[in-house]
């Protein structure tokens, strides 16, 4: 065998798949999918396939001919799945699987009416990333190998569908609905999305359109409305927006990331509709992705950074061009106290902290964390520094256009960045980022009148005056919040709630800095409402520091556990294992 992507099953030497056609049954009652998938090569192919599953029924497999061909289906490995084994003996351009995703398939989150906001109609969603998407389709899932895919999905009358993938219409047979999508465009398989529910959509451009549930489509709309504007920005920075159009799913509470770049259907957490638009950066980042991930994407997990540190980059950029550098660098900063959080996670298991990493044995999400994002987005930055800006902007429009529509290697950028700025690299002291443990002792820290006049107002003690944070946006709260140093004592906790009511707060990027450092203080008064969020909220941004800091306190440790069993059917099962993986942490070193 010779496999390149320590987490799939896919051989360099069988067959490869250019795209696939799937034909899908959504099945509410018995949270299954019954589907069948033809797989068509980049070439006619023989011998033996290995394909990636997990908690798949695999019921028939035949060629392009009809022919049934044998296969075997491997027990499970830990976190990779199953690899399904297919034997053609003769040369085929295609195969044909029919099967069935479990009801427990880790891409797949079914919510009952019960979990949605209207509450009438249920909602089942996907999220493919890291290695999810073999438990919705057998397949090469590897982000090396991008396919194109037409897309068929039956469902109930009276339930939408949605798809990171061009509409191709929909027709209606008694109870049930067939919609149809093509993705032209090659992608990863872990961009492979879509959404089925009670949804509604407004148009914000002529390729900008918002879908939400009914009674959140308009707060929604407002809320993204000057996403026209952030693509045009974009495209000034890095070229022409390569996906057509970028439309936006506003999720339910349960999503567990801020955003997925699906392209053409971003996904987005409820919680950035603040109703004052100051939390849209999340989409500035997911936007940024269309270039860095979704055009140029990393081969592998062990280059995640190529994804998430360019596009933390890019994401700055453009919050620098629309909001002025101040704001980026506040956010730069809230970033690098992230990027602390996370390498103090790891402490144990330092080789995690690099950039470049090396996953063989390692489920992909339990390393997922801000390291690649927030420590990659510090190396070029670094690089931008020492070869000026103008000279990086051109090597970054080259870059995207030499990998468009491709996956790469860190070997790769560092060829290309070497050829075309000769010894940026070491300048840069890449190899300390790159293959380096944590932050080299040489990076510069993002400094600003703002952020001095934060930091010190966290450092007094004492509790700020309203004139004192007039016009602060979130970023400024969290970043004093963040800055408070803890335990805090209870006069400044109670005189901060007294005088801003923060655990009144509906802005969550405040909220939760808010209730990390009460919990971490002592301040009890906060659990109804930390109660509350960990009930309503499946973004892991927010999950994380909440268990967390619950789990550190002896006291509160047994709430954490019974909050976990009570809300864990609400959360996604990639949040779920996190909350898990948080909540045996803290038993290990108690």
Request: aromatic share 8%; glycine share 6%.
């Amino acid at each position: 065998m010779a496999r390149r992507d320590p987490h799939s099953y896919t051989d360099d030497t069988q067959a490869q798949t250019d795209s696939f056609s799937l034909k899908a049954g959504v099945d509410f009652a018995s949270r299954t999918i019954a589907a069948e998938v033809v797989l068509t090569f980049k070439a006619p192919s023989s011998g033996t396939l290995d394909l990636d599953t997990r908690d798949l029924v695999i019921e028939h497999v035949e060629d392009a001919s009809g022919q049934t061909l044998p296969f075997v289906l491997h027990p499970a490995e830990p976190y990779l799945g199953q690899r399904l084994t297919i034997e053609m003996s003769a040369q085929t351009p295609s195969i044909r699987i029919r099967y069935k995703t479990s009801p427990e398939a880790s891409a797949l989150q079914w919510l009952e009416p019960a979990q949605t906001k209207g509450g009438a109609k249920p909602f089942l969603f996907s999220q493919c990333q890291a290695i999810h998407a073999r438990s919705i389709i057998p397949m090469q899932d590897t982000p090396r190998l991008r396919v194109t895919y037409t897309a068929e999905l039956a469902v109930p009358r009276d339930l939408a569908v949605v798809m990171a993938a061009a509409d191709r219409g929909r027709s209606e047979t008694g109870e049930v609905a067939h919609h149809r999508f093509e993705m032209p465009q090659a992608i990863p398989p872990y961009l492979f999305a879509f959404a089925v529910g009670d949804l509604t959509s407004r148009d914000l451009s002529p390729r900008c359109r918002v879908w939400a549930e009914p009674s959140v489509v308009e707060s929604a709309a407002w809320e993204f409305a000057d996403v026209e504007a952030m693509i045009g920005q974009a495209e000034a920075l890095f070229g022409p927006y390569d996906w057509e159009r970028f439309d936006i799913l506003t999720m339910p509470p349960s999503f567990p990331y801020g955003g997925m770049e699906n392209p053409r259907l971003t996904f987005l957490t409820p919680t950035v509709i603040a109703g004052d638009r100051s939390l849209v950066s999340v989409v500035a980042h997911e936007l940024a992705h269309s270039w860095t991930g979704n055009l140029v994407t990393n081969a592998n997990a062990e280059h995640f950074w190529l994804n998430e540190g360019f596009t933390m980059y890019a994401e700055r950029r453009i919050v620098e061009a629309l909001d002025g550098v101040e704001m980026a660098t506040l956010q730069a900063a809230l970033g690098r106290r992230e990027l602390d959080e996370s390498l103090e996670r790891f402490a144990d298991r330092p080789a995690m902290t690099k950039l470049r990493t090396h996953l063989d044995g390692v489920d992909p999400d339990e390393c997922y964390s801000l390291i690649p994002y927030e420590k990659g987005y510090m190396f070029l930055c670094e690089i931008e520094r020492v070869v000026g800006r103008q000279a990086f902007a051109r090597w970054l429009r080259s870059y995207l256009d030499t990998f468009r529509f491709g996956a790469i290697t860190t070997e790769e950028f560092e060829a290309h960045i070497e050829a075309a700025l000769p010894g940026a690299l070491d300048k840069a002291n890449a190899r300390a980022w790159i293959d380096g443990e944590g932050v080299p002792a040489s990076a510069k820290p993002q400094t600003s009148a703002r952020l001095s006049s934060i930091e010190l107002l966290a450092s007094s003690g004492n509790v700020p005056t309203a004139a004192q944070t007039k016009g602060w946006t979130p970023i400024e709260w969290a970043l004093y919040l963040e800055s408070v140093p803890r335990p805090a004592p209870a006069a400044l906790c109670q005189g901060l709630d007294d005088t801003f009511k923060l655990t009144a707060s509906t802005n969550f990027d405040v909220l939760v800095p808010w209730l990390t450092l009460a919990l971490k203080s002592g301040y009890t008064a906060v659990m109804p409402r930390v109660e509350q969020v960990v009930a309503e909220v499946g973004r892991m941004k927010y999950l994380r520091p909440l268990y967390t800091a619950l789990a550190a306190n002896p006291a509160l440790r047994e709430t954490a556990v019974q909050l976990l069993a009570k809300n864990s059917a609400s959360y996604h099962p990639i949040a779920r294992q996190m909350v898990d993986g948080v909540l045996k942490t803290s038993r290990s070193s108690s």
